[in-house]
């Protein structure tokens, strides 16, 4: 089993940068996948970012991409998700998931999922 914990949500405006945390704990961390999903209003859980236990193996959705960093730390079983150039569109529930495979964006391809923090980005 491994539990994720997510923290760093917040309300902020557009243009604002956010850093999302989620703190890992239970089975071998470093053999995860960690990656981020997050679902807004009446809309369906999509992914956000990925990587692998491996450095340089890092997967965004197009949305994202220039404005969103995925890192982890394994030494303190933590994965980040640094987010830039906020939009309103990014508001959302955002979720810290862990699998086997980085290249997964499917929801029922990741094993394990946080509670959850809220992304409010108003414009």
């Known amino acids: 089993q491994v539990q994720l914990v997510e923290s760093g949500g917040g309300l902020v405006q557009a243009g604002d940068s956010l850093r999302l945390s989620c703190a890992a704990s239970?089975?071998?961390?470093?053999?995860?996948?960690m990656g981020w999903f997050r679902q807004a209003p009446g809309k369906e859980r999509e992914f956000v970012a990925a990587?692998?236990?491996?450095?340089?193996?890092?997967y965004y959705t197009d949305s994202v991409k220039g404005r969103f960093t995925i890192a982890r730390d394994n030494a303190k079983n933590t994965v980040y998700l640094q987010m830039s150039s906020l939009k309103p569109e990014d508001t959302a529930v955002y979720y810290c998931?862990?699998?086997?495979?980085?290249?997964?964006?499917?929801?029922?391809?990741?094993?394990?999922w946080g509670q959850g923090t809220q992304v409010t980005v108003s414009s």
């Open positions: 998931v862990a699998g086997p495979d980085s290249r997964s964006r499917g929801v029922n391809e990741y094993d394990y």
């Open positions: 239970g089975r071998t961390f470093s053999r995860y996948a």
């Open positions: 990587m692998g236990w491996i450095a340089g193996s890092t």
